[in-house]
């Protein structure tokens, strides 16, 4: 149960991080208005760079649309990455790269969703095999650390703990 906290409390560092970023914005009509102290005004077919909270409340109201790119080609792309790489390599995915995807999962049609869904299941069991391999083998060096997200980060962490402790009860400390 700590280990799940562990995770969601790397997954909420990074989702607000995520929701501190400037995304594009193209106002639908006129506002002029405050989100949570934060003071917006625009007129229809202007476009701002705003915080994506922001972003989102606004588009939420009606007043704009976030204007995002899809995540499909970047998920096709690290899924084929991933697969190109030996079972002890990772491909590089950005820090917040499962929290994009989800927030592009929540807002895409249950269609594209279920799609979308199938191809992330794919990637996080591979990645999830790698890490794995890489707990057993030996300490993550440099060069993998920088390649894990937040969430891998945490679980390798976890994993690497339980590994440890495994092996020292198993072997009596001997190993």
């Given at each position: ?17 995520y929701?501190?970023?400037?995304v594009?914005v193209?106002?639908t009509?006129?506002i ?13 077919g202007?476009?701002?760079n ?9 588009e939420?109201g ?5 204007d ?8 096709k ?14 491909a ?6 499962y929290?994009?995807v989800?927030?592009?999962l929540?807002?895409?049609p249950?269609?594209k969703?279920?799609?979308?869904g199938?191809?992330l ?12 391999r ?8 440099a ?9 891998e980060r945490?679980?390798?962490?976890q994993?690497?703990?339980?590994h ?12």
């Amino acid at each position: 149960m700590a280990e799940a906290a562990r995770i969601s409390s790397a997954q909420k560092a990074g989702r607000a991080g995520y929701d501190l970023e400037d995304v594009k914005v193209t106002f639908t009509a006129d506002i002029s208005t405050s989100v949570s102290g934060t003071d917006v005004s625009g007129r229809e077919g202007d476009v701002l760079n705003l915080p994506r909270w922001v972003a989102r409340a606004l588009e939420e109201g009606g007043h704009a649309r976030v204007d995002e790119p899809s995540m499909e080609p970047e998920l096709k792309q690290a899924i084929s990455k991933e697969n190109g790489l030996d079972d002890y390599q990772l491909a590089s995915l950005d820090d917040h790269f499962y929290v994009r995807v989800q927030a592009h999962l929540e807002r895409a049609p249950q269609q594209k969703r279920e799609e979308l869904g199938s191809m992330l299941n794919s990637l996080v069991r591979s990645r999830v095999s790698k890490i794995a391999r890489l707990v057993i083998s030996s300490k993550l060096s440099a060069t993998n650390a920088e390649k894990l997200t937040i969430e891998e980060r945490s679980l390798y962490e976890q994993m690497r703990a339980s590994h440890d402790e495994f092996v020292a009860h198993a072997t009596g400390g001997a190993a």
